[in-house]
């Protein structure tokens, strides 16, 4: 059961309630619910190709009541997974990798099911710890794509498809050569009973490597967006394997849409929250900051993905704040509304952040309370935000199903691939710090006379400078983004947390940190085509060590450096400030230099 409070706490007679209850009117009178259910398009556009666009991405509509009836199907085919292997690795990106990462991260391996690790980094550090830990003659290899071209994933797919293969040479010598003299399909069948593809029919299944060959594979309905698919197979598939409670995921989430019919908002939970989340972005409360009780933090990241990328463009957006720690009142500008989605058993917790919500509100602060009874909740939860999402695109006047701006992104890096091994640095200005871990900052190009870049020689204060100039673009209401091409781990999360607390009580502007190129799925399309009030801060690691890509001419450590320069570009392109910081070759100590930068930075300010 999926409960909430009313649709925002403010003062009814306030400009912000009053703008609700308008918006709330329209919906009734235009139908908004029951437009939405018939697939009439004209709610988000009255361009016909638009509206094309949109009515061929509905079908995560249905998708509960669909899945629920092939339950039978995913639990038989995780019965005989779970039978041949120890773990399975999921190999995705975005919309597909954020689902498998939430069930992951709460059940675990619930109902005697098998660990699923998620890859959704072209680090050679997380590609290499991803196989260190997941041994090739026990792991279940999950290629997640649905347009079965998503670079990342094939560039996974080509790793472990040779790991997979050295790993049955090593084992069975001289067994692969006996298979190709006589053997019938030959030894990718056998290899590939390893793999498993979740993509989508037609051409993008045929573009997958060896995909007819696969153990399984799972053909998800076309008309369901990648961000919406988290109740089709993409998600469902790799839930199952974990033994997650399918039919209670589901129910939950065929109860929600149940509720989402009906016309009047204080009836539908979807209709409601996306009336709120669209009305106080379109009065300055853009940034969706999200409370999350710590059991279910991970949904975070989820309803990152699915707010930035169908709200974020045509100038304008909603700006979710995921895994931000809590503060007092005075610590949030006037661009804030807050989201706090608990478990009903978590008292405490509950407690503790509701006395937040009511200093909140008094604050005038606008804050919404969602409640789950049980962890089989999140289907139901899933389903709320995917039809809010849709209701607040139609108050901001975007197609929530589209992603522009997020192909910009992707040329650029692979003309930064085209044209290795040198990449275009003119015009960049570089400040480097004399320190074992050298942080480099890189800024855009400066009104200088010649085309050379400048180069500041190391001293007391450079970066720091560097660091207070850029802080200084951010607008009064803007956010920051730091964008991480690093590998994750516990102790950069913790680093990246203290930084981005430094920066938001010290400047009061939200802040959004990501690893890259993760986020370049998730919040990439917002950051170019959304309210143009971002300033970003780009961190790499030099000196990677070379991991080589199967049939690439180039490995994850260009890959990856790639992504980071097409991104630099794309938001050079849309004339975003930037500003990025190399952390040397010890990441770890490189985020411990620029703490430290940032503090006299801070101190300056």
């Not at 709200?311 to 006037?334: C, F, S």
């Not at 937040?356 to 309370?369: D, K, R, S």
């Not at 975003?576 to 190399?582: A, D, E, G, M, V």
Request: proline letters at 8%; glycine letters at 12%.
């Amino acid at each position: 059961m999926n409960r909430d409070l009313a649709p925002f706490l403010v003062d009814p007679d306030a400009p912000l309630g009053e703008a609700y209850e308008a918006a709330a009117r329209r919906a009734i009178a235009e139908r908004w619910a029951a437009r939405i259910w018939e697939r009439d398009a004209s709610l988000w556009s009255p361009d016909p190709g638009v509206q094309a666009t949109c009515a061929a991405r509905l079908g995560w509509l249905l998708a509960p009541e669909t899945f629920l009836d092939r339950i039978e199907v995913l639990e038989a085919f995780a019965a005989t997974a779970r039978a041949g292997f120890r773990g399975a690795v999921l190999a995705g990106m975005g919309g597909s990798s954020l689902a498998p990462h939430l069930w992951a991260a709460v059940f675990g391996t619930a109902g005697g099911g098998i660990p699923v690790t998620v890859l959704d980094s072209t680090d050679p550090a997380a590609v290499l710890a991803v196989d260190g830990a997941n041994p090739p003659e026990d792991t279940l290899y999950l290629v997640a794509t649905k347009s079965g071209t998503t670079s990342e994933t094939l560039a996974f797919l080509g790793y472990f498809w040779r790991v997979a293969a050295m790993d049955i040479g090593a084992r069975h010598e001289g067994v692969l050569e006996r298979l190709r003299e006589v053997a019938t399909p030959g030894p990718e069948r056998w290899l590939a009973e390893h793999f498993v593809a979740i993509t989508d029919p037609g051409r993008s299944v045929e573009a997958i490597p060896h995909a007819d060959a696969f153990r399984e594979v799972f053909l998800n309905p076309p008309d369901v967006g990648g961000r919406y698919s988290a109740l089709t197979y993409m998600g469902l598939v790799p839930a199952a394997l974990l033994g997650v409670d399918l039919h209670g995921l589901l129910g939950s989430a065929v109860a929600l849409a149940e509720r989402c019919h009906a016309a009047e908002p204080g009836r539908n939970p979807g209709l409601a929250l996306g009336l709120a989340l669209g009305t106080l972005a379109r009065a300055g409360r853009d940034k969706l900051t999200l409370l999350i009780d710590p059991r279910i933090d991970a949904l975070g990241a989820w309803i990152e993905q699915l707010v930035a990328e169908s709200t974020g463009k045509a100038g304008t957006g909603i700006v979710p704040i995921d895994g931000e720690p809590p503060g007092p009142p005075e610590a949030y500008g006037p661009d804030r509304v807050f989201v706090r989605i608990g478990l009903a058993d978590d008292l405490a917790w509950m407690h503790r952040t509701d006395a937040l919500l009511a200093e909140l509100a008094v604050a005038g602060h606008p804050v919404i309370g969602l409640t789950m009874d049980d962890l089989g909740g999140l289907g139901g939860e899933f389903f709320r935000w995917e039809f809010a999402t849709a209701v607040a695109g139609a108050v901001l006047g975007v197609n929530p199903f589209d992603e522009p701006d997020v192909d910009g992104a992707k040329r650029m890096t692979e003309a930064v691939l085209a044209r290795l091994p040198e990449p275009d640095t003119a015009g960049r200005v570089d400040v480097f710090a004399e320190t074992p871990n050298a942080i480099i900052a890189q800024a855009p190009p400066l009104r200088l006379v010649g085309d050379a870049p400048l180069r500041l020689a190391a001293g007391p204060g450079t970066v720091p400078g560097e660091l207070r100039r850029h802080l200084d673009r951010v607008p009064e209401n803007g956010y920051l983004a730091i964008g991480a091409f690093i590998a994750a781990s516990e102790a950069r999360d913790a680093a990246l947390r203290r930084i981005r607390l430094a920066l938001r009580d010290a400047t009061r502007r939200p802040v959004v940190v990501g690893y890259g190129p993760r986020y370049l799925h998730s919040t990439g399309q917002l950051f170019k085509g959304g309210t143009p009030s971002g300033c970003f801060l780009q961190l790499l690691a030099d000196g990677r060590e070379p991991l080589e890509i199967p049939g690439r001419p180039y490995g994850f450590e260009t890959l990856i450096d790639a992504q980071a320069e097409g991104d630099f570009q794309a938001l050079e392109a849309h004339e975003r400030p930037i500003l990025r910081i190399h952390l040397g070759a010890d990441p770890d100590a490189g985020l411990a230099a620029l703490e430290s930068a940032l503090a006299e930075a801070l101190a300056r300010g």
